[in-house]
């Protein structure tokens, strides 16, 4: 099982940004935090990950704490569109084809 | 943008046929997956491939499922006799890996809609 916690369900308003935490107590030094969503049952699709340094893509930015224990993904302006799952998931940068293990993530809600 | 592509997009199927479930992954890549989801429950891990064979398989992947790469670009999921319980959404998926042999992120077909009735 993924080695993951994520609250079950979060709501956000339309325009604002939406922070989705997630923690990770247990990860090792080589494992990297990475973030998928799934929007109504289509497949999920990657968003960002990060080892240590906080990271920035044109979908998201992921904060990771100095001890790496916890993150949050930073939805920076939620639109009705990002109403979909989202899952963290730890996993070793070199793990090979290990495959990525999914929780039941976190299903946000943006709100009009 | 390259994307995996799956067909069929529904495939509706009598309780004791086979099914050949179909991919075709980015072209580059190097390691497929088979994941399924049930309505309503987790994504859940099949089977990875890499180098023309299974690397790792779940306890879902018992002797009634197969992979098979036949071709260098199609991927597919055999179910040789469906039951019910099979009827979900599979999701087929691909990655590509760094120069220094760590990982990319993995890109997921839209699935295929399996019913089994």
């Known amino acids: 099982d993924a080695k993951t916690t994520q609250p079950p369900s979060m709501d956000c308003a339309e325009g604002r940004a939406a922070n989705l935490p997630c923690n990770h107590s247990t990860i090792s030094g080589n494992e990297y935090v990475y973030w998928y969503r799934q929007i109504h049952s289509q497949g999920p699709q990657y968003i960002i990950h990060g080892l240590k340094n906080n990271e920035t893509n044109e979908m998201a930015s992921l904060i990771i704490t100095e001890d790496r224990k916890s993150s949050t993904l930073i939805l920076p302006h939620a639109t009705l569109r990002d109403t979909a799952v989202y899952y963290c998931i730890v996993r070793a940068w070199n793990s090979g084809n290990t495959p990525l293990v999914f929780g039941k993530g976190t299903r946000l809600s943006v709100i009009a | 943008e390259p994307e995996v592509t799956q067909t069929p997009s529904h495939q509706v199927t009598q309780m004791g046929q086979e099914v050949i479930l179909r991919c075709v992954p980015i072209s580059n890549h190097l390691y497929f997956y088979w994941y399924r989801q049930i309505l309503g429950q987790k994504v859940e891990f099949l089977v990875s491939?890499?180098?023309?064979?299974?690397?790792?398989k779940s306890e879902i992947f018992d002797d009634q499922f197969s992979v098979e790469r036949p071709d260098g670009s199609n991927f597919t999921l055999k179910i040789r006799s469906t039951k019910l319980e099979d009827s979900a959404m599979y999701f087929c998926a691909s990655r590509d890996q760094t120069a220094l042999g760590g990982n990319t992120e993995a890109f997921f077909g839209q699935g295929t809609r399996l019913t089994v009735v």
């Open positions: 491939f890499y180098n023309n064979e299974i690397s790792e």
